[in-house]
T-cell receptor, first 116, second 112 residues
Framework: GAVVSQHPSWVICKSGTSVKIECRSL??????MFWYRQFPKQSLMLMAT?????????EQGVEKDKFLINHASLTLSTLTVTSAHPEDSSFYIC????????????FGPGTRLTVT | GDSVTQMEGPVTLSEEAFLTINCTYT??????LFWYVQYPGEGLQLLLK?????DKGSNKGFEATYRKETTSFHLEKGSVQVSDSAVYFC???????????FGQGTELSVKP
């Protein structure tokens, strides 16, 4: 149980275009979802926290107009990278929590974004 | 601010060797502590956790003890296997189901 999927697993886009990444909790309802960015050989950096039906809370230094997060249902959150540039190339990981008295977050496999 | 520091990798061991991956933290309160593992091509998985001082988390032969006096949560395993090759992340959190703060990760490679 507690499976989180991401789609696509990798994507290449041209500079200036937008790309959407989906994060789904497959067998549980995720009251909270998190979006992380991971650079090669480095840690996961939290970008934003989203609760179903609410606006996302962005970490300091993350541009909310560039990284649009929507958590429209208890099983789906999306991250849209708008007007992507090569410096946005990274590994994006989502996680989900059902928040029922547990600390555990369940992580998706990640999406590799390459902007050319 | 709150942070987690892990020993740098990569760590290369022979099968059946003893493993220690050091993790220390800086926190303004009393967080819960976690070890996550990321196998190649997969998402992070919770390996073990400890929610208060002196708690020992254990799973799959791995152990870590929450040491408040040294602000540490070192990961140990008595005899590693090739299948343990992965990246290991130490993390802390203050809230149930809330924000995680990760260390930089330590890559472990176990050779037969």
């Amino acid at each position: 149980g507690a499976v989180v999927s991401q789609h696509p697993s990798w994507v290449i886009c041209k500079s200036g275009t937008s790309v959407k990444i989906e994060c789904r909790s497959l067998d549980f309802q995720a009251t909270t979802m998190f979006w992380y960015r991971q650079f090669p050989k480095q840690s996961l950096m939290l970008m934003a926290t989203s609760n179903e039906g609410s606006k996302a809370t962005y970490e300091q230094g993350v541009e909310k107009d560039k990284f649009l997060i929507n958590h429209a249902s208890l099983t789906l959150s999306t991250l849209t990278v708008t007007s992507a540039h090569p410096e946005d190339s990274s590994f994006y990981i989502c996680s989900a929590s059902h928040g029922q008295g547990t600390y555990e977050q369940y992580f998706g496999p990640g999406t590799r974004l390459t902007v050319t | 601010g709150d942070s987690v520091t892990q020993m740098e990798g990569p760590v290369t061991l022979s099968e059946e060797a003893f493993l220690t991956i050091n993790c220390t933290y800086t926190a303004t309160g009393y967080p819960s502590l976690f070890w996550y593992v990321q196998y190649p091509g997969e998402g992070l998985q919770l390996l073990l956790k400890a929610t208060k001082a002196d708690d020992k988390g254990s799973n799959k032969g791995f152990e870590a003890t929450y040491r408040k006096e040294t602000t540490s949560f070192h990961l140990e395993k008595g005899s590693v296997q090739v299948s343990d090759s992965a990246v290991y992340f130490c993390a802390l959190s203050f809230n149930q189901g809330g924000k995680l703060i990760f260390g930089q990760g330590t890559e472990l490679s176990v050779k037969p």
